[in-house]
């Protein structure tokens, strides 16, 4: 599922309607800097979140994770991404 970042509560609220009225389990794909977050931490790792490492960071390999977490999803997951990685706007669209 592909979804425009409108703001902080979309994510959450895609995910639950991802489970309770899809009954699907959400796999979401995050910054890394939400990681910051312990209480958001703890719940996103307990989902099985990715967490897409910064530009900057040393060695990482985006792509990789990305693959190992799509080569996990099974029937009743749901991967749920926001291609703009930031709030929408027409300029990140365009």
Do not use: Y
Request: hydrophobic share 50%; proline share 6%.
């Amino acid at each position: 599922m592909l979804s425009r970042h409108a703001g902080p509560a979309d994510s959450i609220a895609l995910a639950w309607l991802l489970t309770t009225l899809g009954r699907r389990v959400p796999r979401v794909v995050l910054a890394a800097g939400l990681l910051w977050d312990p209480g958001l931490a703890m719940v996103l790792k307990r989902l099985k979140a990715f967490f897409v490492p910064s530009r900057t960071g040393a060695c990482d390999d985006r792509t990789a994770g990305m693959l190992r977490l799509a080569g996990n999803i099974g029937p009743r997951d749901a991967l749920l991404m926001f291609p703009e990685g930031r709030n929408w706007t027409v300029h990140r669209q365009e």
